[in-house]
């Protein structure tokens, strides 16, 4: 398992703490910071990478699957995306509950479907329509339009990766 974490300003003590359990090992963890703020809580062996303030988590997540190559990637075969905060983890799932989920269908929303909870539900429950998403251009407020980040991933949707 490997961890990407898209860290602002909250401690990231909580996701060893009360989500991975004790005894699991995670091969790396990967936590880009993009507030300017210290990372508080994560592991000495943690990758920091600093990143500009652009584009919140979604740009973090797509920032790291644009970089892997091909040999990190064929020998993870999960990869968990977190953000520092826990504050929707009243609807999320158990971490063996995601690995199961994963080990079946190569993927896991850690939130629960609409039918587990009614108006709480994710978006991205249902893999066969997310393995269609793709990202052509990215702008979340006008404040990232003079941003000079950019990526371009090899693979066509979020299926293909």
Request: glycine share 4%; hydrophobic share 35%.
């Amino acid at each position: 398992v490997t961890l990407v974490i898209s860290h602002c300003d909250k401690p990231i003590g909580w996701i060893w703490e009360d989500f991975i359990p004790k005894d699991f090992e995670v091969d790396s963890t990967y936590v880009y910071t993009k507030c300017g703020n210290d990372v508080e809580g994560a592991p000495q062996d943690a990758q920091i990478i600093v990143l500009p303030n652009v584009g919140r988590c979604d740009h973090t997540y797509a920032y790291h699957m644009a970089r892997l190559d091909s040999d990190h990637a064929a020998n993870n075969n999960v990869v968990l995306f977190l953000k520092d905060n826990d504050y929707r983890n009243d609807v999320g799932r158990e971490f063996f509950e995601l690995m199961q989920i994963t080990s079946l269908n190569g993927f896991a929303c850690n939130e629960r479907s609409a039918s587990y909870y009614q108006d709480k539900s994710s978006a991205y429950h249902n893999y066969t329509d997310l393995a269609t998403f793709k990202i052509g251009h990215y702008l979340r407020e006008s404040r990232d339009e003079d941003s000079e980040e950019t990526f371009i991933s090899e693979y066509q949707n979020l299926g293909a990766w």
